[in-house]
């Protein structure tokens, strides 16, 4: 294999995991803003309701090769 074919390689895989990564987070994101907009539905707290979708987002941090 040449260098050129490696880094090919390897700038897919990192692409691969940088989208897995990123579907992940925004799994996690909607999950979070489920189970904090229920608790604050349920919750009798009429100042909790300004808080309703304020999870913060999970950043995905990119994977930078250096060849």
Request: no cysteine; hydrophobic share 45%.
């Amino acid at each position: 294999m040449e260098i050129s074919e490696v880094k090919v390689k390897y700038e897919k895989l990192a692409e691969i995991m940088r989208r897995r990564q990123q579907m992940e987070a925004d799994a996690l994101y909607a999950e979070q803003i489920f189970i904090w907009n229920a608790a604050v539905q349920r919750s009798e707290d009429v100042t909790l309701s300004s808080l309703k979708n304020a999870i913060p987002h999970v950043s995905v941090n990119p994977v930078i090769l250096n060849f």
